[in-house]
């Protein structure tokens, strides 16, 4: 999870993880997520991330995506990024 994160949603978590090094900490990259909080009582359809994911397409705004194993690796992920796309 931490050496090659895949979600979006994981990669932007794990972005604002502060670095114990001042050098690396001023010049890292940080995701930044926009977009307004989904409610927990009226949660959009497809993606409950959709609404704050810069990767979003139309796909994830319609479908919820299936929980895949990603290639080459023990990682699940629950992104259309990493599905079939039919």
Not at 66 to 83: A, G, I, M, N, R
């Amino acid at each position: 999870l931490f050496k090659d994160p895949k979600h979006p949603y994981t990669k932007a978590l794990l972005s604002s993880i502060p670095l114990a090094d001042p050098k690396l900490e001023r010049t890292r990259k940080r995701i930044l997520l926009s977009g307004d909080l989904p409610s927990p009582m009226n949660p959009p359809s497809g993606c409950a991330f959709h609404t704050r994911c810069n990767e979003a397409f139309e796909r994830c705004r319609k479908i919820a995506p299936e929980e895949v194993f990603v290639t080459d690796s023990q990682h699940k992920v629950s992104c259309h990024l990493y599905s079939d796309p039919t």
